[in-house]
């Protein structure tokens, strides 16, 4: 009979309750944890290598990111040492990739690298680990699919890697947590909850649009809990504190900065940011990378509407991704960027309604330990071919590149693919020393700026970038003299910066720079020590050449004019100095040469003895051919009509002149 019993089949209680078996669910699930750590570790960084044999590649916006923020430690003064349009919180984090840079002696870009890819795994575990202590009200099953896709979205950021988008979905994960998990009843610690809501502070203090997202947010929450006490949360508070404080910190800042930032940055922004602007169906069309987040957004959406009811997730999800839409269309910018918010959200509803899927099968197997079992394994082997894909290709790309070696900058064993450099790079490099300053003066940031960090140089003017079409444009939109003013003084600055600064490298862009500059006369009155090199780019580079005065790109009918009015005895060299901004020993120069040639055009030339050599000549041809018809005249006289000849006389010929 006992025999019999213990032959007999289990049932799944009696399975459940046995120990030996006991023991092989907690195998398994260990086993389970382990594939899926080891894929989760993986997912975080294998990306790393390519950072590895990339490290100078950056974009504009982050190349002046980390710019500010290594001018920030050596104590320049935000706004009035170094200018920018934005607030200066991005600023301040990018103090962080600076120190990491050099605490491991890897160039500022790398040190972008590593912090946001480091950033990214720590965020993603304190998510992750936030729904996993309060797994009883938040289906962590559900849950963990979506760390995967979050995590892998944001793996794949090359040009927008940094964005303060991007790092604001780092900060706000853990946040959107902390505040499912107590709107769906459950507990989070005091500690976890504050740490969430600082880092979320500090994502929502980088632009009003996140802030939007975020209450919007709440609100879908508020709508299907309706527990209003839930909002007065210590994550809430937190998150409120930095904001507060941030505003706060405004009030600390030199007058002049905050005058630059309010009269200057934000007035030319709102109004000089639409020079750029793309019409409706280029930002939903104009290229792959802006399609791609549209078609994942619908697909995603779509499918949350099919599975609203199996997760309390998804209706404050789908509300924070739609609300995203204004940051993105705002300013009317094609700017990929701005879709990171809406793109990650489609990726957290795509986590969620996989997770949905695979907790489905879960609960429909639940008595057996191989679906678990394969889905980890199978999780770890789709990240493991996603990274020996990528590591493969950029295997490749190395092995069919041009390759840099960093050793100049002070890297040995570092590499980096020269297609990946900007195209300024070299020149900056090979005209400069580590501790010259270089000036850019573009339409834009790129491609400049990135040579300048790239190269590890410094920046020789405040404006690390120029914005001085941006003002003209405003000035044509809108008219009036502020703009007009601003212009102006915006040149003066660069010129006060190079008088001062006296950087060893200018770059200016071509077209429409070079028009702009002579406008305000740029070239007289601030290039005096310097010459053209080339052009290359688009952009001519000028080099210091100490006491050599050379004048490049002067309208020569200008000079023309000021030369003239000098000789012309109507002003002197020291009005024509005062009045259009040229130097005195400029203008004295100009005159004396002009001087000169003028008095050489009037003294006989080589030229004008030769044409006095020629018209001698037609005088004497003409001489010779009139001699030439009198003796033809006189031989007819002599011949008569007589039949028989006389003999012929010689007649003694008038000898011709010489």
Same mark, same amino acid.
């Given at each position: 009979?006992?025999?019999?019993?213990?032959?007999?089949?289990?049932?799944?209680?009696?399975?459940?309750?046995?120990?030996?078996?006991?023991?092989?669910?907690r195998v398994c699930n260990n086993i389970c944890i382990v594939l899926l750590a080891l894929a989760f570790i993986l997912l975080c960084f294998f990306r790393l290598y390519f950072w590895s044999t990339h490290p100078l590649v950056t974009w504009a916006d982050q190349s002046v990111y980390l710019e500010m923020g290594k001018l920030l430690l050596e104590g320049k003064r935000p706004y009035i040492?170094?200018?920018?349009?934005?607030?200066?919180?991005?600023?301040?984090?990018?103090?962080?990739?600076?120190?990491?840079?050099?605490?491991?002696?890897?160039?500022?870009?790398?040190?972008?690298?590593?912090?946001?890819?480091?950033?990214?795994?720590?965020?993603?575990?304190?998510?992750?680990?936030?729904?996993?202590?309060?797994?009883?009200?938040?289906?962590?099953?559900?849950?963990?699919?979506?760390?995967?896709?979050?995590?892998?979205?944001?793996?794949?950021?090359?040009?927008?890697?940094?964005?303060?988008?991007?790092?604001?979905?780092?900060?706000?994960?853990?946040?959107?947590?902390?505040?499912?998990?107590?709107?769906?009843?459950?507990?989070?610690?005091?500690?976890?909850?504050?740490?969430?809501?600082?880092?979320?502070?500090?994502?929502?203090?980088?632009?009003?649009?996140?802030?939007?997202?975020?209450?919007?947010?709440?609100?879908?929450?508020?709508?299907? /809990?309706?527990? #209003? =006490?839930? %909002? $007065?949360?210590?994550?809430?508070?937190? @998150?409120?504190?930095? !904001?507060?404080?941030?505003? +706060?910190?405004?009030?600390?800042?030199?007058?002049?900065?905050?005058?630059?930032?309010?009269?200057?940055?934000?007035?030319?922004?709102?109004?000089?940011?639409?020079?750029?602007?793309?019409?409706?169906?280029?930002?939903?069309?104009?290229?792959?990378?802006?399609?791609?987040?549209?078609?994942?957004?619908?697909?995603?959406?779509?499918?949350?509407?099919?599975?609203?009811?199996?997760?309390?997730?998804?209706?404050?999800?789908?509300?924070?991704?739609?609300?995203?839409?204004?940051?993105?269309?705002?300013?009317?910018?094609?700017?990929?960027?701005?879709?990171?918010?809406?793109?990650?959200?489609?990726?957290?509803?795509?986590?969620?309604?996989?997770?949905?899927?695979?907790?489905?099968?879960?609960?429909?197997?639940?008595? /057996?330990?191989? #679906? =678990?079992? %394969? $889905?980890?394994?199978?999780?770890?082997? @789709?990240?493991?071919? !996603?990274?020996?894909?990528? +590591?493969?290709?950029?295997?490749?790309?190395?092995?069919?590149?041009?390759?840099?070696?960093?050793?100049?900058?002070?890297?040995?064993?570092?590499?980096?693919?020269?297609?990946?450099?900007?195209?300024?790079?070299?020149?900056?490099?090979?005209?400069?020393?580590?501790?010259?300053?270089?000036?850019?003066?573009?339409?834009?940031?790129?491609?400049?700026?990135?040579?300048?960090?790239?190269?590890?140089?410094?920046?020789?003017?405040?404006?690390?970038?120029?914005?001085?079409?941006?003002?003209?444009?405003?000035?044509?939109?809108?008219?009036?003299?502020?703009?007009?003013?601003?212009?102006?003084?915006?040149?003066?600055?660069?010129?006060?910066?190079?008088?001062?600064?006296?950087?060893?490298?200018?770059?200016?862009?071509?077209?429409?720079?070079?028009?702009? %500059?002579?406008?305000?006369?740029?070239?007289?009155?601030?290039?005096?020590?310097?010459?053209?090199?080339?052009?290359?780019?688009?952009?001519?580079?000028?080099?210091?050449?100490?006491?050599?005065?050379?004048?490049?790109?002067?309208?020569?009918?200008?000079?023309?004019?000021?030369?003239?009015?000098?000789?012309?005895?109507?002003?002197?060299?020291?009005?024509?100095?005062?009045?259009?901004?040229?130097?005195?020993?400029?203008?004295?120069?100009?005159?004396?040469?002009?001087?000169?040639?003028?008095?050489?055009?009037?003294?006989?030339?080589?030229?004008?003895?030769?044409?006095?050599?020629?018209?001698?000549?037609?005088?004497?041809?003409?001489?010779?051919?009139?001699?030439?018809?009198?003796?033809?005249?006189?031989?007819?006289?002599?011949?008569?009509?007589?039949?028989?000849?006389?003999?012929?006389?010689?007649?003694?010929?008038?000898?011709?002149?010489?």
């Amino acid at each position: 009979m006992q025999s019999n019993e213990a032959e007999a089949p289990m049932n799944n209680t009696e399975a459940a309750s046995s120990p030996k078996t006991a023991r092989n669910w907690r195998v398994c699930n260990n086993i389970c944890i382990v594939l899926l750590a080891l894929a989760f570790i993986l997912l975080c960084f294998f990306r790393l290598y390519f950072w590895s044999t990339h490290p100078l590649v950056t974009w504009a916006d982050q190349s002046v990111y980390l710019e500010m923020g290594k001018l920030l430690l050596e104590g320049k003064r935000p706004y009035i040492d170094f200018f920018d349009f934005n607030p200066p919180m991005i600023m301040y984090v990018n103090v962080i990739p600076i120190l990491v840079s050099r605490i491991f002696h890897v160039p500022a870009t790398q040190g972008m690298h590593l912090s946001v890819h480091f950033y990214t795994f720590l965020s993603t575990l304190f998510a992750a680990y936030i729904a996993y202590k309060s797994r009883a009200v938040t289906n962590f099953f559900i849950l963990l699919p979506m760390f995967f896709t979050f995590a892998l979205y944001t793996q794949g950021l090359d040009t927008d890697l940094g964005q303060r988008e991007h790092i604001f979905m780092l900060t706000y994960l853990p946040f959107l947590m902390v505040r499912g998990t107590h709107w769906m009843g459950g507990k989070v610690g005091r500690v976890e909850s504050i740490i969430a809501g600082l880092m979320a502070g500090v994502g929502l203090a980088f632009k009003p649009h996140f802030i939007f997202a975020a209450a919007v947010t709440e609100l879908a929450f508020l709508y299907q /809990y309706r527990k #209003p =006490r839930c %909002l $007065l949360r210590a994550e809430n508070f937190a @998150a409120a504190a930095v !904001v507060l404080l941030y505003a +706060i910190h405004f009030l600390l800042l030199p007058r002049e900065a905050l005058d630059i930032l309010f009269h200057q940055a934000f007035p030319v922004y709102n109004d000089g940011v639409y020079w750029s602007s793309k019409c409706l169906m280029h930002m939903l069309r104009g290229a792959s990378y802006f399609t791609k987040p549209f078609i994942n957004f619908i697909v995603a959406i779509s499918l949350a509407c099919l599975m609203r009811r199996s997760s309390p997730w998804i209706t404050p999800i789908v509300v924070f991704t739609c609300a995203s839409f204004v940051n993105y269309f705002q300013g009317d910018q094609a700017w990929t960027y701005r879709l990171l918010p809406m793109a990650i959200g489609s990726f957290i509803l795509y986590g969620i309604e996989g997770g949905i899927i695979i907790d489905w099968i879960l609960r429909r197997y639940q008595s /057996y330990m191989l #679906p =678990r079992l %394969l $889905l980890s394994f199978a999780a770890l082997i @789709a990240v493991m071919g !996603v990274a020996y894909s990528d +590591i493969d290709y950029t295997n490749e790309e190395i092995k069919r590149a041009h390759i840099y070696d960093l050793s100049d900058l002070g890297y040995p064993g570092s590499i980096n693919p020269r297609g990946y450099l900007s195209p300024l790079f070299f020149a900056v490099l090979q005209n400069t020393k580590p501790t010259d300053l270089v000036v850019h003066i573009g339409s834009g940031i790129e491609p400049g700026h990135p040579a300048v960090l790239q190269s590890e140089r410094m920046p020789g003017s405040r404006y690390i970038y120029s914005f001085l079409v941006m003002v003209e444009y405003c000035q044509e939109r809108r008219g009036g003299k502020f703009f007009q003013d601003l212009s102006r003084k915006i040149v003066d600055n660069y010129g006060a910066d190079i008088r001062k600064n006296k950087p060893e490298l200018i770059l200016i862009q071509d077209i429409p720079m070079t028009f702009l %500059l002579e406008k305000y006369n740029f070239f007289e009155r601030y290039m005096n020590d310097y010459t053209r090199l080339g052009v290359t780019a688009e952009h001519t580079i000028y080099k210091r050449m100490g006491g050599q005065r050379v004048f490049l790109h002067s309208p020569l009918a200008r000079r023309e004019q000021l030369v003239l009015s000098i000789l012309s005895g109507n002003k002197t060299i020291d009005q024509v100095s005062e009045e259009n901004h040229i130097d005195k020993k400029s203008l004295e120069d100009w005159v004396t040469r002009s001087g000169k040639a003028l008095s050489e055009a009037l003294i006989i030339r080589p030229a004008d003895k030769l044409q006095e050599l020629l018209d001698e000549n037609q005088r004497l041809g003409d001489r010779i051919a009139d001699v030439e018809r009198q003796l033809s005249d006189l031989k007819l006289k002599g011949e008569g009509t007589d039949v028989e000849k006389k003999p012929k006389t010689e007649v003694p010929e008038e000898p011709l002149p010489r």
